[in-house]
């Protein structure tokens, strides 16, 4: 038993590593191991697929020549020892085709046909066996890819029937919630403007004659509680998607919003509002404006530029406040506030040297400033507010 184990390795040894070095194991040892690797024909199977597998030789030398000589050599004097000498009738043309063949399948097909020959060694050289076993899972294979079409198709249908019902039903449900709503009445929902009368409507008629002795104010004010655009005076579309770009015409205005929403006093301020954001002489010389107030400097090309204005807190460190109006520029890329207000607030910063470039100046100016920390707070409520950064300057605008 000794000699045994010591002439094995792999898995063969680990087949018989359990059993005691005694020698009532031995014969244990021989029947595991005949019955694990002492099947014949699986042998015989082995070295016939070798001799397939064997790599041609490509190159031409004594050492080639002799490493094939010794591969298919060692093959075929096994085959002899097991009973299949090539040189006799005891090996079959049939057993030697069924391993060519048998190469050729994959693997979940070949691992198929061993199940088949399992129990009866004798159907492993029979050709029409083996024939009939592979039609067999051709036909399988039809039914099944048959099956997964059918039911592909199915599926496939049935995605495009819901699919088509949804977008009925989609754009059946947006239809019947747009349509009521275009060009309707604000109050009564009815197809005409809010300053058209209706007889269907004649309960909403009072409303209608307040809305037209209402100010310029409070009709602005109604039309965003209503949701109507500026520019019709329609519900169902805000004035940033209206297609209507015409001017207002009001006694020569120029914005774009309904006649019913002029403000008289619109064309008066027009000339203060042309002066709006004109630097002080310490920051722009000689009237050149510099390039981060752009923005903000008068326009030549249009009568006048409309900037939005808001009331704010204005907060030092200490807490102290101080109401102020603020000038919101989106295209000033640096906030400044007024040297007078910092003074009085008390707001505490340091010195800072700015280069301030103005238009067509490659150079630009060196100028130092004073930059300050604070805070701006809505008036409406106690929120924490923004903390801000601005540089000091005499004036804002003129």
Same mark, same amino acid.
């Given at each position: 038993?000794?000699?045994?184990?010591?002439?094995?390795?792999?898995?063969?040894?680990?087949?018989?590593?359990?059993?005691?070095?005694?020698?009532?194991?031995?014969?244990?040892?021989?029947?595991?191991?005949?019955?694990?690797?002492?099947?014949?024909?699986?042998?015989?199977?082995?070295?016939?697929?070798?001799?397939?597998?064997?790599?041609? *030789?490509?190159?031409?030398?004594?050492?080639?020549?002799?490493?094939?000589? %010794?591969?298919?050599?060692?093959?075929?004097?096994?085959?002899?020892?097991?009973?299949?000498?090539?040189?006799?009738?005891?090996?079959?043309?049939?057993?030697?085709?069924?391993?060519?063949? +048998?190469?050729?399948?994959?693997?979940?097909?070949?691992?198929?046909?061993?199940?088949?020959?399992?129990?009866?060694?004798?159907?492993?050289?029979?050709? %029409?066996?083996?024939?009939?076993?592979?039609? +067999?899972?051709?036909?399988?294979?039809?039914?099944?890819?048959?099956?997964?079409?059918?039911?592909?198709?199915?599926?496939?249908?049935?995605?495009?029937?819901?699919?088509?019902?949804?977008?009925?039903?989609?754009?059946?449900?947006? +239809?019947?919630?747009?349509?009521?709503?275009?060009?309707?009445?604000?109050?009564?929902?009815?197809?005409?403007?809010?300053?058209?009368?209706?007889?269907?409507?004649?309960?909403?008629?009072?409303?209608?004659?307040?809305?037209?002795?209402?100010?310029?104010?409070?009709?602005?004010?109604? *039309?965003?509680?209503?949701?109507?655009?500026?520019?019709?005076?329609?519900?169902?579309?805000?004035?940033?998607?209206?297609?209507?770009? +015409?001017?207002?015409?009001?006694?020569? *205005?120029?914005?774009?919003?309904?006649?019913?929403?002029?403000?008289?006093?619109?064309?008066?301020?027009?000339?203060?509002?042309?002066?709006?954001?004109?630097? @002080?002489?310490?920051?722009?010389? @000689?009237?050149?404006?510099? %390039?981060?107030?752009?923005?903000?400097?008068?326009?030549?090309?249009?009568?006048?530029?409309?900037?939005?204005?808001?009331?704010?807190?204005?907060?030092?460190? @200490?807490?102290?406040?101080?109401?102020?109006?603020?000038?919101?520029?989106?295209? *000033?890329?640096?906030?400044?506030?007024?040297?007078?207000?910092?003074?009085?607030?008390?707001?505490?910063?340091?010195?800072?040297?700015?280069?301030?470039?103005?238009?067509?100046?490659?150079?630009?100016?060196?100028?130092?400033?004073?930059?300050?920390?604070?805070?701006?707070?809505?008036?409406?409520? %106690?929120?924490?507010?923004?903390?801000?950064?601005?540089?000091?300057?005499?004036?804002?605008?003129?």
């Amino acid at each position: 038993f000794s000699y045994l184990r010591s002439s094995l390795s792999g898995s063969p040894l680990a087949a018989i590593n359990g059993l005691s070095l005694t020698a009532a194991n031995y014969p244990a040892a021989i029947a595991i191991l005949k019955n694990r690797f002492g099947r014949k024909d699986v042998v015989i199977q082995s070295h016939i697929r070798k001799l397939f597998e064997v790599e041609p *030789c490509v190159k031409t030398s004594a050492e080639n020549l002799q490493i094939l000589h %010794d591969e298919l050599n060692l093959h075929v004097r096994a085959l002899g020892a097991l009973g299949k000498d090539l040189n006799s009738s005891r090996i079959t043309a049939a057993e030697i085709l069924m391993e060519l063949f +048998k190469l050729k399948l994959p693997i979940a097909i070949r691992k198929k046909w061993e199940e088949e020959i399992f129990t009866d060694e004798a159907k492993g050289s029979d050709l %029409d066996l083996f024939f009939s076993f592979l039609l +067999k899972q051709v036909r399988i294979e039809q039914s099944v890819v048959k099956t997964q079409t059918l039911g592909q198709l199915r599926l496939t249908k049935a995605m495009k029937t819901t699919a088509s019902a949804e977008r009925v039903t989609t754009t059946s449900a947006l +239809k019947a919630k747009i349509e009521p709503r275009l060009n309707s009445c604000a109050v009564c929902k009815g197809e005409h403007t809010i300053t058209e009368y209706s007889e269907q409507f004649q309960i909403y008629f009072s409303f209608r004659e307040q809305f037209l002795r209402a100010t310029p104010d409070e009709r602005w004010s109604l *039309c965003s509680k209503r949701g109507l655009c500026y520019h019709f005076l329609y519900k169902g579309h805000l004035a940033n998607r209206c297609s209507r770009r +015409k001017p207002c015409g009001e006694a020569g *205005c120029t914005l774009k919003h309904h006649r019913l929403l002029h403000q008289p006093g619109t064309k008066e301020m027009t000339p203060m509002r042309d002066q709006i954001a004109a630097e @002080d002489h310490r920051i722009v010389e @000689d009237g050149k404006t510099p %390039d981060h107030a752009v923005l903000l400097a008068k326009s030549k090309t249009r009568k006048n530029i409309l900037l939005q204005t808001a009331n704010a807190f204005i907060e030092n460190e @200490d807490g102290e406040c101080q109401m102020v109006m603020c000038l919101l520029d989106t295209g *000033c890329q640096q906030s400044l506030v007024r040297i007078k207000i910092a003074n009085q607030i008390g707001l505490k910063g340091h010195p800072e040297h700015v280069k301030i470039t103005r238009l067509g100046d490659s150079c630009g100016q060196h100028k130092r400033l004073q930059r300050v920390k604070f805070r701006l707070k809505d008036v409406r409520n %106690d929120r924490e507010g923004l903390s801000m950064e601005a540089l000091c300057v005499p004036t804002i605008c003129k």
